[in-house]
């Protein structure tokens, strides 16, 4: 029996699964398992996963499309580990994650746990933009396993594990948007501990374009609502940053062209910071320059999906209510 079983759900990922698994198998610890969950992919990638069978403890699973946390739900049944991991398939692992999980585990040990992500050096600029927009205090205050955060920390699918021991006491992933925070929170509220490990990350891809990347953030800002109809008290002021800065942007230019350029100064001298603590934190001022965007999308979009959603299924109750929300993604 291995000590940790890696479950990753895949849906017409090829290039990025042949990724993946290379990073596993450079890992220089190896007591793991890995589960490749295709979720009814047109494009599958088992002849990719077959490449690995003499490196690494892998085996690849097909099922008919019904979403990714059914995939990871898939998974953990067929598991052997003590500990389930869980990694997107847009990920690539530091060839030390084992090796330093393991001592982790040893020093410190928990239930729940997960780490943050990182750009790796082979990345685009677009991707190391969008990574620096996603991670930097300036644009989420850091909740994404920043050293300094606004909010307690959240695993996150991308870099999670918990034990056998949730698994069986919890259930699985409920099929939703934001389905790990949702997770989280349930062993949260089961009386499990829940750690960050600082130095335990992973080199993130997330999307390649700005186009896929508001996409992503605007459902990430309606997915907010949900949790917070699902889980009462857990929105926090942080989650309400991004559509407060929305707003003031649309306040700052109209009172920009009806009474005077200089109100967006503010505006202005954000960007800048942005501009200035990515170009230090990457080292690359073409980064930097593409922060700006990345970060006004990643605030925008997450603040406009926010918004709309809080007015329909807030102000205005449309679509589910609380009870059916709750009924809708009950069980296991």
Not at 114 to 130: R, V, W
């Amino acid at each position: 029996m291995p000590e940790f079983s890696v479950i990753v759900p895949v849906y017409n990922r090829i290039n990025e699964v042949d990724e993946l698994l290379q990073s596993l198998a450079s890992q220089t610890f190896k007591d793991f398992e890995v589960m490749i969950v295709e979720d009814g992919s047109t494009d599958p990638c088992g002849k990719t996963v077959e490449k690995y069978s003499d490196k690494i403890s892998v085996r690849y699973f097909f099922k008919e499309n019904e979403g990714r946390s059914i995939a990871r739900n898939h998974g953990m049944k067929n598991a052997t580990g003590n500990f389930f991991i869980f990694f997107d398939s847009d990920c690539v692992i530091p060839p030390d994650y084992f090796e330093k999980l393991s001592r982790y585990l040893k020093e410190n040990p928990t239930d729940c746990f997960g780490g943050p992500d990182a750009a790796h050096e082979s990345f685009s600029n677009t991707q190391k933009a969008i990574n620096y927009s996603m991670t930097s205090f300036l644009t989420t205050g850091g909740i994404r396993g920043g050293k300094v955060s606004l909010e307690k920390f959240v695993p996150r699918t991308f870099n999670m594990g918990f034990s056998r021991n949730v698994w069986e006491k919890v259930g699985g992933f409920r099929e939703m948007f934001s389905e790990d925070i949702d997770m989280s929170t349930r062993i949260k509220q089961s009386g499990f501990s829940i750690s960050l490990f600082p130095e335990l990350y992973v080199w993130h891809k997330r999307r390649i374009d700005f186009r896929k990347f508001l996409r992503q953030v605007y459902v990430f800002g309606m997915s907010r609502i949900t949790l917070q109809l699902l889980y009462p008290g857990s929105m926090k002021a942080v989650h309400l940053l991004p559509a407060l800065f929305l707003t003031g942007c649309v306040v700052e230019v109209l009172l920009a062209i009806f009474l005077s350029p200089w109100w967006l100064l503010p505006l202005g001298v954000y960007l800048m910071a942005i501009m200035i603590t990515a170009w230090i934190s990457t080292g690359s001022l073409i980064i930097a320059l593409k922060a700006v965007p990345a970060s006004i999308i990643q605030l925008w979009g997450y603040g406009a999906g926010f918004i709309k959603a809080y007015f329909q299924k807030i102000i205005l109750r449309q679509g589910r209510n609380v009870s059916q929300e709750i009924e809708m993604r009950r069980g296991k």
